[in-house]
């Protein structure tokens, strides 16, 4: 239990091989996360995510996810500015009296 948090990044238990190996077989590899409207995405799951990231490799905590939705869920904060970007850099050109001859 007693894990030592001096360091928050990326602190792997030294069974972690093992651990993965068991969510994976435990979500019978199948992707756990769920789209907004509810349904579960259930892709073939390779990767094991840390749902509230952090520290805590606790069972609990852990769960199957395909590529895709680890990707997507480690990026989401940086994909939604970057589209929000492109929609507000997407306006019409003003036209201008002075630059009309
Ligand atoms: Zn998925």
Excluded: Y
């Amino acid at each position: 239990m007693a894990w030592h948090s001096s360091t928050r990044r990326a602190r792997l238990p030294a069974d972690w091989p093992r651990r993965r190996r068991r969510i994976l077989r435990r979500d019978a590899h199948s992707c756990q996360s769920r789209f907004t409207d509810g349904r579960l995405c259930g892709a073939p799951a390779n990767q094991v995510d840390h749902i509230e990231p952090g520290d805590d490799h606790s069972d609990s905590n852990l769960q199957a996810l395909c590529e895709w939705c680890h990707t997507r869920k480690s990026s989401s904060e940086g994909g939604r500015a970057a589209a929000l970007t492109r929609v507000r850099t997407h306006r019409p050109k003003p036209t201008h009296p002075a630059l009309e001859d």
